[in-house]
Structure formats: structure tokens, C-alpha cells
């Protein structure tokens, strides 16, 4: 088999991990299999290299940061070829550059656009093992670029499809996915099995187990994920195609995302064209505009309320204020301390009652539901930070998704 491993931060976060994870590279490899290995940077490292960043800087270049970020990859890639070689193993390590990963310009958040990893393939097929750094690439003009927080678990992928392997493993600090982020519900429970559809949805909406577009580039290329611990070595979670034996809970998981901020613009004259004038500026801006409720008109004026990233909601307030005034509305007003929650379920398509059963929980929890949004196989409503873990948690239980012991 050929297959692609991927180790995030704090399977290789320090010289210990290192070895323990050369371990399971070495014990993967004594089995016959041909062998890329993606890393992360040590946990915390990213993180690090950006507070320095901004020590100096409010505004840093995004040239310079994928420029900085992405040398905290080079540095696990060449400890662990360093390790394998130590072991006897013809391990050598690969830039992003190195590797063939071509991307756009678009630095901080680049898009692969082709993997040219010819070279590879013939590293592997004399049997050596290529250790390719995540999360970074190269744009035609020979720029560093890099994926975007977490965009280790794309590289991994791209890889794995480029590559034609069998199976792209990534191992990280839990033993699989579960119904909710075992940190926030201990009681949570690990699937043995998870479709693309669903994966993508939980991790879109918040659980950043995966980075979202690793799991888009898995269901486009039907690429298997096997997502795993690389403290323990029982088996994951599957992600693969829906199949016909998984389980048809209405219910599959829960997923939360602290990471929002909530404008409103009330008393807006009501005419054709006022979407576009209120989301034009914002688009224009690079934000995504996320959950969006429009009220009907009363006497020739509406409201419009949508969520954004918390990070972009002093500049959108801005935007919002300007536009207001143009447009002759009443008023802008924002709260950045909201949060979404959601319910996800392919089974949701055959079961019926999910919203108001969703809505039942949260109001015995007394949780204002400020927003809702649905889609055919998630229902998601917008409360106050503040409420985010009782929801999760009470939904959780109500949804029967509580480990029994
Ligand atoms: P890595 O550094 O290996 O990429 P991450 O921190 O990005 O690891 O992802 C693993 C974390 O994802 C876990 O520690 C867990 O807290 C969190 N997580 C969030 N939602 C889930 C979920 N549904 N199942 C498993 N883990 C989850
Ligand atoms: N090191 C990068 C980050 O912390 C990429 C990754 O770990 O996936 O976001
Ligand atoms: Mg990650």
C-alpha cells in the first residue's frame, strides 16, 4: 500500500514525540508500505512565531508571515529525517517548495493549485520515505506561501490524492472523531465511522479536528481518512462515503464556533438592491459573511442581522457605518461575544422533528436562540458565548448521544 501519515503539533512536539513518532512511521514502513510523511510544526510553535510577529508590527506583511510560519515545519521536517536516518531508514525531507506544492499568491490563506511530485514518487518507489513539511507551499514567482491555521490536514490530503495512495492517516491527540469535542463533553462518543458529508459539515461549523477544506479534497478525490492518536494506536474514525451500514441517528454530532460576532442594521428603506448594497462592501473587504436574517418590511423598512468572523468585526462595523449612512437606514449595532451551535445528521433527512426538538432543549436550558440557520443536514442557531457550553451539552444528552459508562 501506499500511504500518506500526518503527524499535527504535539505528535511532534518535542524531541520525545519525535521519536515516538518515528516509531510509528518505522513500524508502518517495516510492514511494506511505500511512505510520505506530513508534519506540523511543534504545538504552540505557530502561535509563537506569530507574537513575535506582532511584537514589531500591528500589520505585518502577510508576504513576510507565510515567510516566518512556514520555517516551523522545516524544522519537525528535518528532526524527523534526522531521526529515520539515524534508524537506517532512507528518510529525507521535502519543503513545500521542495515537495511540488504549487499554490496561488494568496498568502496566509494560498489554495494548492497542483502537486508536481514526481520526484517523490521516486523517492518512495526505491523505498524511501519523503518527510514533507505541512501547511506551506510555493506561488509561481517562487514566494513561500502558506494554507491557513490548521492547513497541515490539507497538505496531508492533497498529498495523499496526488499521490494516488490508499489511505491518507492522520494522527493527532485524540483517538477519533466524536459526537462533540471530548474537551467540552467528556461524555462524548467516538464513531468508528464518519461520511465526508457530515465530517464537513462538523468541521465547517467549528470542529477543528480537520481543517475544513482537508475533508472537501477527501470527499472530491474519495480520498479515506483515518483519523487517529498517535498516543494510542487502537483504530480512529473512518471518513469515507456514506454507506449503507452506518448508523441512522437523526443525530451524528454537535459542533460549536466561539469564533463569531453578530451585526444588526435596523430601519433600512426597502427597495430592490439593498442586499447587495449592505454585502457588496463586505465582500469587496474579504470577510465572509456567514448566517444572514432579514425581517419583512413594515411600513417600507426592514432589518438585517449576519454574523461574521469575531476578528473581522471591528472593520465590518466600520464598513456597516458607512453604508448605513448611505443608505439612509435608522441604525448599526453589534455584539462580538455570540457563538454558533449546531446539530449535524444525514439522518436528519429521514427523521422529522429535529429543529423543534433542538429548539425544546435550549429553551428548558432558559438559552435565547438569537438566530437559526439550516441546511439538509445541520440546523444551527446563533447564543450568547456565554451559554455555549451548557447547550452543547444539554443538546448532547437530549440527541442520545452520551457514552453509557
Ligand atoms: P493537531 O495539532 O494534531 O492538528 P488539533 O488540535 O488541530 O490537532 O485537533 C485535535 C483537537 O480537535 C482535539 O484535541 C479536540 O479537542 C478537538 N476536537 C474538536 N471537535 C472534535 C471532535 N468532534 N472529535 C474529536 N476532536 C475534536
Ligand atoms: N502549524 C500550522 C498551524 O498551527 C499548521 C498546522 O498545524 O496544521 O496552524
Ligand atoms: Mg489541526
Redesign the pocket.
Known sequence: MRIVQKF????VGSIERIRKTADIVAAELAQGHQLAVVV?AM?GETNRLIAMAHELSADPAKREMDALVATGEQVTAALLAIELQQRGIAAQSFTGAQAGFRTDSSHVRARIQHIACDHLVEHLEHGGVAVVTGFQGMDEKGNITTLGR?G??TSAVALAVALQADVCDI????D????????MVPR?RKMQRISYEEMLE?ASLG???LQTRSVELAMRYNMPIHLRSSFDLTPGTMVTREDESMERAAIS?V?YNRDEAKITIKGIPDHPGIAANVFGPVAEAGINVDVIVQNISEHGFTDITFTVPRNDFRSTMAIMERVCAEMDAKSVSGDDSVAKVSVVGVGMRSHSGVAQKMFDVLAAERINIQMITTSEIKITVVVDEACVESAVQALHSAFGLDTDD
Open positions: 499535527g503539533g504535539t505528535s506540523s504545538s490548521g497541515s490536514d494522527y493527532t491527540d485524540v477519533g472523531i466524536y459526537t462533540a469535542d471530548p474537551r462524548a462538523l470542529a477543528k479536528v454530532g459542533a
